[in-house]
Every structure is written in structure tokens, then in C-alpha cells.
């Protein structure tokens, strides 16, 4: 009876240690393909990316172009952001100084405009413009942002994408870089929400002014 159980455990752990040298071996030559993730992986970055394309067709819609001429003779060219259907737009205070002469540009074209008040401080300007039944985006909630999340920007016919870098109330970072003349374009997360209103650093990097400060400023 010993001998049979003794036997019998010999057996067990010979069968059990050649299983873990066969599958060593068979993993050197016939490794095993995760596909499943390399699917799965695949199809979240087909559904951002399809995601993202609908929302930049959106966010094309809410953008202005904006060129000033200031009293030294030099033009500054920027974006703001159209915050109601008849006609608020948001952009920065340093893009519309006083004394300067404005063009607002929406779809192309021309628009009369009125500028209604700055907030130097916090670097925000509000005008109206003589349009109305224009396109808008709703305000994304800001407690639900995080950081790496993608974002892009649109302006001056052209668009940029990345990701939250560093955020709090005050300024949200990105590590997206762009020329100057994106100055006042809105960040969009990938639902086509509006994050802010964006600055160029002096190195380029785009900083955003949060929609919790443009809200605050035009009384929503």
C-alpha cells in the first residue's frame, strides 16, 4: 500500500515538472500571441479617434478669427470663442486692447462687433458680435478632468491635439506647443466640450484659461 502511494506521488511529480519544462520550451519556440489585447487596444484608439474627428467638425463652428492692428502699427491675429447663439464671444484681453483698430472675422466674413468689457487681470475680453443663431458648444465639467486625458485646440484654420499635462483652478497645462497666432482658441476635450480659452507661453507651450474663470467673468 506505501509502495502504490509512493509510486503514485513519483509519478505525480515527475508528470508535473516535465508540464512546467514542456511549456518553458513550447513558449521559447511556439510563443503564444496575445491578439486579444492588441484588439482591444486597437479598437479604443479607433473609437477616440472617430470621436475626435465629429468633435473637431463641431468645434470648427464656435471659432472666430480675430486681427488687430495696435497703435504702434503692429497686428496681432488670435481666435475667441462664440459663447452664446446671439452673438457673446470670449477672447483675451491682450488681443483686444483700447485704441486699436479690430477686424472679427466668422465663417470668412466680416461682423460688426461691440466690445463690451476686459478683466486685464485675468485676461479675458467680452464683445458682441452682429450675428445670431450661431453655433455653440456646452462648457465641459471641469471636476471630471484628468490628467492625460487628449485635447485638442482649433484655430486659424488649422488644428492640434494633446493631452492635460497639469491642471488646477486657475490654468489648465498642456503639452501642446503652437505659434502665437493661436492665441485665444478654445481647448476642447475629445466629447467636443470647451475646457477654456488658450495662451501661448513664451516657449509656445498652450496654458488654458478654465471655463470655471470665463463662466465667473461673463455671469453664468
Known amino acids: 500500500m506505501l ?20 511549456d518553458q520550451i513550447f513558449r521559447i519556440y511556439f510563443p503564444v500571441e496575445q491578439s486579444v489585447y ?7 484608439f479607433i473609437r477616440e479617434n472617430t470621436a475626435l474627428e465629429n468633435a ?37 484681453a491682450n488681443l483686444v486692447p483700447q485704441g486699436s483698430i479690430f477686424s472679427f472675422y466668422i465663417n470668412g466674413s466680416s461682423t460688426s462687433y461691440q466690445i463690451l468689457k476686459r ?7 467680452l464683445i458682441k458680435i452682429g450675428r445670431n443663431n450661431l453655433n455653440t458648444l456646452i462648457f465641459a465639467d471641469l471636476e471630471k478632468i484628468k490628467l492625460g486625458e487628449r485635447v485638442f485646440l482649433v484655430g486659424a484654420g488649422a488644428v492640434n491635439e494633446g493631452i492635460i499635462r497639469n491642471f488646477d483652478e486657475n490654468l489648465i497645462g498642456t503639452n501642446i506647443f503652437e505659434k502665437i497666432i493661436f492665441s485665444g482658441t478654445p481647448l476642447f476635450n475629445i466629447e467636443g466640450e470647451v475646457l477654456g480659452v488658450n495662451t501661448i507661453s513664451d516657449e509656445g ?4 484659461i478654465p471655463v470655471s474663470k470665463i463662466k465667473t467673468f461673463i455671469g453664468l
Do not use: P, Y
Open 205 to 208: 507651450r498652450v496654458l488654458t
Open 119 to 125: 478683466d486685464l487681470q485675468e485676461n479675458l475680453a
Open 3 to 22: 509502495k502504490n502511494i509512493i509510486k503514485i506521488l513519483i509519478i505525480f511529480i515527475l508528470g508535473m515538472g516535465g508540464g512546467i519544462f514542456a
Open 56 to 92: 473637431v467638425g463641431k468645434a470648427e463652428r464656435v471659432v472666430i478669427g480675430i486681427r488687430t492692428k495696435i497703435e504702434s502699427g503692429e497686428v496681432l491675429e488670435g481666435s475667441g470663442l462664440v459663447v452664446t447663439s446671439d452673438g457673446l464671444v470670449v477672447t483675451l
Open 38 to 44: 492588441v484588439t482591444e487596444r486597437k479598437e479604443v
